[in-house]
């Protein structure tokens, strides 16, 4: 009686938002409920919108696929490990596993994997390695399973993941607001052009045999017509995805992180980020030191670690050259998007 009595005290005091997977009723997430509505009418004066219309079946078509089918080892979904009942938990000191307080949920290739690992020196957070997808790729697994993917807390830590994929994905603002609608929110993201180029570097690293970025970047090169079918550019259209968030979350549980400035002043950003969690200002400059070769910032000292520690060898690759021309005219479509984006967030990245 008394291990059933503990079970239940446990479970009961949890907070709603953290342990309690039972209070939602998880779907495949392909229609229903959970799905957001449609976008609203642009006012007069925002850039139109776009219909991201799949391309037709030509070898540049084929190209395009091949480069989408590229997926990064770290976007793999993780299975869940086995785990201690909360009984032992409670017993050994360890902590419980909760649901995450706060999400890095973009952008691919906008320098996420750097704030998690800069994040994770924070004694007060705790963040589970790989990126669990759940949102996009395994929300009917449910909420049980996706708890138990994250690591144990102990009281006044906090729990965290990030997954790119999730800006981009029309579903996951309903389903993170349905689990919790308290959930913080941050938003790694980078000139849209850079970022483009970072992310068919990566596909062609994996992919040698894909079309050039210029041959990708138009539908029709000769009428400069973009090809925004093409991932690696549609996710560069910040504000349009940024949309879809705001018809679930207010703007002050999302926090904005300019990727070039993690680069170039990462004790900068990492406060605003401490900040914004209501975490105590404990990462500063005497963490980082810069590495001339990668071209970024990295760690004196590594979480649970007293060596220094850079990110892999696929981070910050050596992008390829692309046409001056091509560069001209993406630049000039991204900006009236920038500028759009610079307004619904209030913050100038300076990418124009």
């Given at each position: ?101 706060a999400i890095i949920i973009g952008v691919k290739k906008g320098g996420t994997r750097a704030l ?237």
């Amino acid at each position: 009686m008394l291990c059933v009595w503990l079970y239940m005290f446990l479970y009961s005091c949890a907070g709603s938002c953290a342990a309690a997977p039972g209070l939602l009723l998880l779907g495949s997430g392909s229609g229903g409920a959970h799905s957001p509505p449609a976008p609203a009418t642009a006012p007069d004066g925002t850039p139109p919108k776009l219909l991201f219309r799949a391309p037709p079946a030509t070898p540049l078509a084929a190209g395009k696929e091949l480069a989408e089918g590229a997926t990064s080892q770290e976007e793999q979904s993780p299975e869940a490990p086995d785990s201690p009942s909360p009984i032992s938990s409670f017993f050994s000191g360890s902590g419980s596993k909760q649901l995450p307080q706060a999400i890095i949920i973009g952008v691919k290739k906008g320098g996420t994997r750097a704030l998690l690992e800069f994040l994770r020196v924070h004694p007060d957070v705790r963040a589970v390695g790989a990126e669990p997808h759940f949102f996009d790729r395994s929300y009917d697994k449910g909420l049980a399973w996706y708890r138990d993917l994250m690591p144990r807390t102990l009281d006044g830590q906090i729990t965290m993941e990030k997954t790119p994929s999730y800006f981009v994905t029309r579903e996951a603002p309903a389903r993170i607001s349905a689990m919790c609608k308290d959930t913080k929110l941050i938003v790694v993201v980078r000139d849209p052009v850079t970022r483009a180029i970072s992310d068919y570097t990566q596909t062609l690293s994996k992919r040698p045999d894909i079309p050039s970025f210029e041959s990708l970047t138009f539908r029709n090169r000769s009428a400069g017509v973009i090809d925004t079918s093409w991932s690696a550019l549609q996710i560069g259209l910040y504000a349009r995805h940024l949309e879809h968030w705001l018809r679930h979350f207010p703007l002050r549980q999302m926090l904005f992180v300019s990727g070039e400035r993690l680069i170039r002043d990462p004790a900068g950003e990492l406060g605003r980020v401490q900040d914004f969690l209501g975490l105590k200002r404990i990462i500063t400059d005497k963490h980082f030191y810069f590495n001339k070769t990668k071209g970024f910032p990295c760690l004196k000292k590594a979480e649970g670690s007293g060596k220094p520690h850079c990110l892999g060898k696929t981070k910050g690759r050596t992008h390829p050259d692309i046409d001056g021309e091509v560069l001209r005219r993406l630049r000039d479509f991204y900006r009236p998007f920038n500028r759009k984006f610079y307004q619904m967030t209030g913050h100038d990245f300076g990418w124009d």
